[in-house]
């Protein structure tokens, strides 16, 4: 069962093959959210600064039944934060807003404001400075993994060339519909993880008839058959849902797409 597999970081800190994504969950109803994730057996909770909700997904660990060292929490220091003051700052203040005593992985959320995203300007300088504020979270123990989301290659290059700890992930958009096959590539072979958000597209994928009649083949959804697809490519995929029946059937994924169809999801 995909809930109780894991990959192994760098560090060889584990983290479940699988995690429940929170954007543009309310913070108000996050903590239910959260709650009912951990009951239907998740243990891999995804959030960020930038979703205003790591409140209340703190109020959902503390109200679940699971002891925290069983749980595997994921925030990120906002796009929009480019000094090493302001990103040692705001980590300290993910751990307050989530109750906790260290998170299990921060990462930077995006190399550019997100009013800039995709500009030539790629905050290099900038992202290095990030970078030295959680390497420091890393070594004070505040967090037990580091890593990034949403970096191309030049953006892992320029870390890479000057950390002390290298990333441990990269958190980027794929699905079968946008597959960044050579990012997905240059990551791995650097010994970094990608987790895959919007899995599902945004939800565009469910409305695909195309991918409904692969899906049939296999008797799955098509989300089933999203999260598989970038299962078996090694990637960590983080579906969103707020429906307890969706959490279920998200992690009924234990089929195999044959190569034949994944060389052609590949290029969808």
Request: hydrophobic share 40%.
């Amino acid at each position: 069962m995909i809930l109780n597999q894991k990959y192994t970081l760098s560090n060889g800190v584990e983290i479940p093959k699988l995690g429940l994504g929170t954007w543009k969950i309310d913070n108000d109803d996050v903590a239910q959210t959260v709650r009912e994730a951990i009951n239907a057996g998740y243990r891999h909770i995804d959030t960020a600064q930038a979703y205003e909700n790591e409140r209340g997904v703190g109020e959902g660990i503390l109200a679940s039944s699971v002891k925290r060292d069983e749980l595997f929490i994921t925030s990120k220091v906002a796009a929009e934060i480019k000094s090493y003051d302001e990103a040692v700052a705001s980590i300290d203040q993910s751990l307050e807003r989530l109750g906790l005593e260290f998170i299990d992985l921060m990462l930077i959320h995006c190399p550019q404001p997100w009013n800039e995203f995709g500009s030539d300007n790629r905050y290099l300088e900038e992202n290095r400075n990030v970078w030295r504020a959680l390497e420091e979270a890393y070594e004070a123990g505040k967090v037990r993994a580091i890593g990034v989301s949403n970096f191309q290659q030049v953006d892992l290059e320029n870390i890479l060339n000057e950390c002390n700890v290298k990333p441990m992930a990269n958190q980027i958009l794929a699905n079968i519909t946008h597959t960044p096959l050579d990012l997905i590539q240059y990551t791995q072979d650097q010994g970094i993880l990608v987790e895959a958000y919007s899995p599902l597209a945004h939800g565009d994928l469910l409305k695909n008839e195309e991918l409904e009649e692969i899906a049939e083949k296999y008797g799955v959804s098509v989300a089933q058959l999203s999260i598989r697809f970038d299962l078996q490519l090694g990637l960590l995929p983080l579906p969103k849902t707020v429906t307890p029946e969706r959490m279920k059937t998200n992690t009924e994924v234990d089929f195999k797409i044959s190569e034949e169809d994944m060389d052609y999801l590949k290029k969808v």
